[in-house]
């Protein structure tokens, strides 16, 4: 209790004190902080959090008027007179059981627990989480308002009029029977169970994932809401009666035939299936997907409309002339040698692998546009791509002077020497294992900068990257005064001897596997990754008992200190941090700690 007390006046968390009790008068987030027992007959008036700390035992007379989440911590039993009035989160402790006439007011998660059976009467008004769980009998009496998940269980029946107002997923479970007058008002998946049959008239509310079922005949006048999976299915045959509102995954099944008169109002994904023919009037209002089929003898005299088209590894050569695509079209891996002319899309052009040689002029993607491993030597003068562009290990040797782009920009392992000044980068550029040896002038990257494995040997002043700059194993030995990053800076690896002035790394600064000795005092960052034992100006120490290394060192003035490669503050500021991280005993034990590197660092650098 006092240690309790303690650590509730150095957070500074109100509470109060009543009758044999103590009442948290706001949530309490314990989570990580190395507690081991809390006292009994506590009040949480809001939420309680003790994800991985090291507790055992739930307190007796424990009320949280908010959530309660305990997961990744060693509990293994319900305590008495439990009372939280929100959700509980119990995945990967060591509960085994619960309560009968257990009434939990959210969510209950019961995931990778030892839990084998639910307690009599169970009411849970949110979700209930078995997934991966020892769990393997239902009761017949228990009400679950929301979605119920027993993946990966070892049940093996369910009970008969079971109605789920959410989610149903017995994915990969014994369950080799659905039960009499199931209903699922959400999605139902039944991946990789043994279920051979679903009952006629079947209605299900969302998506209804059959993959990798033994079943083999879809019923009667089956509606599914969603989406319907059919991966890896002994089905041989679309029933005409099937209503389908979204799409349709028939990928690796032994479909062969689909109706007429098919209509699909998002993906219809018929890849690496032995369909031979499609459909007469076959519309697909999204993705008609048909990688790895016999493509050219499906589109020739189709009448096939679709907003994008998937023909990846096929052997098509040509694109038909009868088929119109606005989105996206995807033809990675095709021997597809020509584009049509003038072609415009809203979305992506995927060419990976295609043995393309040029690109139509005025070429415009409204997506992303993926040129890698391509033979395009050249790209159109005006090309336009509004998201990112992919050229890695194209045969391209030039960009184009009026390049629009408006996402990334990968260029790693191709033959590009130079790149234009002024050019703007509204995501990633990445210069890995290119022969670029000098960057241009006022070049902006939006995200972040790759020039690892490059020939750089100095980055330019005007240079100005929002993101992360990677220069690991870079041929860079010297960085420009005043670089300021609001990313990360990743220099190992490299030649570099010093750090420059004025150095500002919002994020993480890494220098492993460097030649850096010296942290410099005009140097800032917000996390630093180091051979601690090869900085000459610092002095460091190591706390056994949770394996974490804090270090002083001379920054802005004044010592600082560095714990487990985060950049605390100062002496006193440190002092907070630890009094919020650890209780009193580890706090007092690391304050100690600090105060004697700061003194030896004092002395050690001749600080007054």
Request: with cysteine.
């Amino acid at each position: 209790m006092e240690q309790f007390i303690t650590y509730l006046n150095t957070q500074q968390i109100k509470y109060s004190i009543g009758d044999n009790s103590i009442t948290i008068l706001e949530s309490l987030n314990l989570a990580e902080v190395r507690i081991k027992h809390l006292p009994d007959n506590l009040i949480i008036n809001g939420d309680l959090n003790l994800r991985l700390t090291t507790i055992k035992k739930l307190p007796d007379n424990l009320t949280v008027n908010g959530d309660l989440c305990a997961r990744a911590t060693k509990i293994k039993a319900w305590p008495k007179n439990l009372n939280v009035k929100g959700s509980i989160d119990l995945l990967r402790t060591r509960i085994a059981s619960l309560p009968d006439n257990l009434t939990v007011n959210g969510d209950l998660n019961l995931e990778q627990t030892p839990v084998k059976s639910l307690p009599a009467n169970l009411k849970v008004k949110g979700n209930l989480a078995l997934r991966g769980s020892h769990f393997c009998n239902i009761p017949e009496r228990f009400d679950v308002a929301g979605s119920l998940n027993l993946s990966d269980t070892k049940i093996d029946r369910l009970p008969d009029n079971l109605n789920i107002q959410g989610d149903l997923n017995i994915a990969r479970t014994r369950i080799k029977k659905l039960p009499e007058n199931l209903s699922v008002s959400g999605n139902l998946n039944l991946c990789g169970t043994k279920v051979k049959k679903l009952p006629d008239n079947f209605d299900i509310m969302g998506d209804l994932d059959l993959s990798d079922t033994r079943i083999k005949k879809l019923p009667g006048n089956l509606k599914v809401g969603g989406k319907l999976d059919l991966y890896g299915t002994r089905i041989k045959k679309i029933p005409n009666d099937l209503t389908v509102k979204k799409g349709i995954s028939l990928c690796g099944s032994k479909i062969k035939n689909l109706p007429d008169n098919l209509t699909i109002n998002h993906c219809l994904d018929l890849g690496f299936t032995k369909i031979k023919k499609l459909p007469d009037n076959l519309i697909v209002n999204g993705y008609l997907r048909l990688h790895g089929t016999e493509v050219k003898k499906l589109l020739k005299h189709s009448n096939v409309q679709c907003s994008s088209l998937g023909l990846g590894i096929t052997k098509i050569k040509q694109l038909p002339a009868n088929i119109e695509v606005k989105n996206s079209l995807y033809l990675s891996y095709t021997k597809i040698k020509q584009l049509p002319d003038n072609l415009g899309l809203k979305g992506d052009l995927t060419l990976r692998y295609v043995p393309i040689k040029k690109l139509p002029d005025n070429l415009t993607i409204g997506g992303d546009l993926d040129l890698s491993c391509t033979r395009i030597e050249t790209l159109p003068e005006n090309l336009k791509v509004a998201g990112n562009l992919n050229l890695s290990s194209s045969k391209l040797k030039k960009l184009p002077k009026n390049l629009h782009i408006g996402g990334d920009l990968d260029l790693h392992n191709t033959k590009i020497k130079k790149i234009q000044d002024n050019l703007n980068v509204n995501g990633t550029l990445d210069l890995y294992r290119t022969k670029i040896k000098k960057l241009p002038k006022n070049l902006f990257v939006k995200n972040e900068l790759f020039l690892s494995n490059t020939r750089v040997k100095t980055l330019p002043s005007d240079l100005k990257v929002e993101g992360d700059l990677w220069l690991s194993s870079s041929s860079i030995k010297k960085l420009p005064d005043n670089l300021k990053l609001n990313g990360d800076l990743y220099l190992q690896d490299t030649n570099i001897k010093q750090l420059p002035k004025n150095l500002f790394v919002k994020r993480q600064l890494s220098i492993t596997n460097t030649k850096i000795s010296v942290l410099p005092e005009d140097l800032m960052f917000g996390s630093i990754e180091l051979d601690i034992k090869k900085i000459k100006n610092i002095v460091y120490k190591k706390c056994h008992s949770i394996k974490a290394f804090i270090f002083t060192v001379y920054l802005q003035g004044e010592i600082k200190l560095v714990y487990d490669g985060s950049l605390i503050g100062n002496l006193e500021e440190f002092e907070q941090f630890t009094d919020k991280l650890f209780l009193k005993a580890e706090a007092d034990e690391f304050k100690q700690m600090a105060r004697d590197c700061a003194a030896q660092l004092k002395q050690k650098l001749s600080l007054e």
